[in-house]
C-alpha cells in the first residue's frame, strides 16, 4: 500500500514543517513584537520556472551540483580543483601541470542575492568582485573563472573587469570560449559516486541520417566506487547526447526529438553532462525502487478499486500506460512528448489524440511521438573506449 | 463466447498487477492468461481464425475498458497498438498450439 504510506509520510511531513513554520513565526513575532498586516499578492495559475540559462541552470540542476564535493578541470597547461568548504564556500585552486599552484579563487556568499569573488595570485594584491545578477555559481564555473583569469593575467592590471555571458574578463578582451579549452572534467560525489568527461574525436553512425559521421565527442561516465554504471555522449556538430544507464535507461535526444518542446534550452558541457549522469541514475534507481515497492502488497479488493478509482495521473513520468518500457530506448520519446505537450498553451491532454481539429500544434507533438516509436529502435549506443 | 471470455479474463486480470503494460509482472501474467485462452478454445474445438479473433477482439475490448477506466494516459494510441501486436501474437500462438493439441487428439485411435 504504497500510496496511504507516502500520502500519511507526507501529511506527517507537512505537519511538521507547518509547525516549526508556525514555531518559527512565533519566535520572530515574540522577538520582535507585532509586524503590520500585509496583503497577500494572488497568483492566476501556478507560474512557469523561470527559463534555464548558461548562469542558471534551473533548479534540479543546481541542486545535484550543490551536493558535488570536488570539481578537477584538465586544461592542456592547467589543472583547476574546486571544493566547497565547510562553510558553504566555494575553492579554486589553479596549478600548473606539475601541480604548483597559480592562482586562488573563492567565492565567499555573504546572502541570498550577493556573493563575493575574490581572485588571488601570490604576490599580488587580492581583487574582490560581486557576483553577477542571475549567475549561480558552481564548482565548475570558479574552475572556469580561475583559468580564464589566469589566461587574461597580463591585462588585468590595466583596468576594470566586465562580465562576458558568465566570466570575469578586463573590459574589452577578445572573447574566449574556456569550455572548449578543457580537455577533462571529474567530480565527486558523496557516496563513492565519480564522474568523468573527456573529449574526443570519433566517428559514429548520424543520429539524423545513420551515415557515419566523424567529429569532436563529449564522453561521459559515471562510476560508483570504482564501477562503472552509466555512460553518455554528447555530438556538439550533431547537437545529439545519447546515455546509457543498463538496467535503468538508454536512449537519445537530438535537435530533431526536442523540437516540440523548444529545442535545446543550453549548451551542454562537460559540467552538464556529469550532472545529467547523476540525474540519470539516481531518478531511474528512484523511480524503479518505487515501482518495486507500489506493486507489492494490496490486496484484490484494492487492486480492483484502483481499477474503478485510479491512483495514477494522466501525465506521469515516463511512459504513460507503457511504464514496462520505461527501461528502453522509447523513453525519451514519451519524455519529449509530454514535454511538447506541457509546451503547448493551453496544455495538450489524452483527448488532444481524438479532438485533432482544436489544436495542430497537439497533433505535431502526437506526430513526433509516433515517429519516434517507429523509428527509434534503430538506434544503437556505441561505447568509445 | 471467445469474445464473451476474453473481455473478462483480460479486464479481470488486470486486477492482478494494475495495468498490464506497467510492469513486466502484469505483461507476463496477461499473455499467460490470454495464451492460455486460445489454448483452451483452440484445443476444445479447433484452431479456427474465427475463433482466434473472436477471442482476440474480446481481449482488446477489455483491455481497453480497463485503459478508460485507469485512466487515458498521454500516449494511449501508442499503448492500445502494443496492447493489440502482443496480444495477437499470443492469440495467434495459443490457438496454434491448441489446434495441433486438438489434432492430436482427433487422430488418437
Redesign the interface.
Known sequence: MGVPRATALSAVVFVLVLAGAAGSAWGVKAADGPTPARPVQALKGRPKPAPVTAGDRGTTYHALESEVVRATTRFADAVATASRTPDGHLATRLTDLAGNEMVGFQVHRVDAETDSLDYTTPGRQTRHAARRAGLRPTLDWGNQQAYSLWKDRDGLDRGALEWQDTLMRPAGARRRDVDSDAVQADVEWPGGFTGTVTKKVATHASYADGRQTTGPVYVGRLKRDGIEVGSSQWWPKEQAFAWSFPGLTEGYVNVARLQGAGGWPLTPDMAWINTQNMAFYRFHTLANSR?ASS?RGGG?LA??G???S?R?????PG???????DQSIYRPC?DT??LC?RAQTPA???SS?WRWWDSWQCDAC?FD??YC?ATGGGHVYYRFP | MPLLVGAVVAASLQGVAGWWLNSGRGVAVTLAGVFACAVLFAWRGGGSRRRAAALWVGVMAGLAACLVATGPGTIWPIVLVVSAGLTAVTTLAGTRIGGLLHHRRGARP
Not at chain 1, 495514477?312 to 506521469?316: G, H, I, M, Q, R
Not at chain 1, 511512459?319 to 518500457?325: A, E, N, R, S, Y
Request: aromatic fraction near 16%; charge should be negative; hydrophobic fraction near 40%.
Open positions: 515501482t506493486g484484490w487492486k480492483l484502483g481499477l474503478v485510479p495514477l495521473l494522466a501525465n506521469e511512459c504513460d500506460g507503457l511504464h514496462w518500457m514519451c512528448h509530454d505537450y495538450c491532454s489524452s489524440w502526437n511521438v509516433v516509436f
